[in-house]
């Protein structure tokens, strides 16, 4: 089981490479991250991750369910499939 010590580690990775990478790519592979991280630990906040990746999204606009592996919001990401 990964620890809050490694999600810290890949968000700093992932950090670096915000810039780099076209925006659209770079969340879809921050939510990879996240959803293969939420079946890892039932505890992992999905939201804390995306905003230490540097995405930050307002939190009435976002609801994390760990349960079906999924980031949902009002207008600000598509759900993951």
């Known amino acids: ?5 490694d999600y810290i580690a890949v968000s ?3 950090s670096d490479y915000a810039e780099v990478m076209p925006p659209e790519e770079y ?10 991280m939420a079946k890892d630990n039932d ?3 999905g939201v804390r991750f995306l905003d230490a990746c540097g995405l930050t999204v307002p939190q009435s606009t976002l609801l994390w ?7 949902v919001t009002a207008k600000v ?4 499939t």
């Open 1 to 5: 089981m990964m620890t809050r010590k």
């Open 12 to 14: 700093n990775i992932l």
């Open 27 to 36: 969340l879809d592979i921050c939510r990879d991250f996240a959803k293969y």
């Open 43 to 45: 505890r992992f906040d």
């Open 65 to 71: 369910h760990n349960t079906v592996d999924e980031v």
């Open 77 to 80: 990401f598509p759900p993951i």
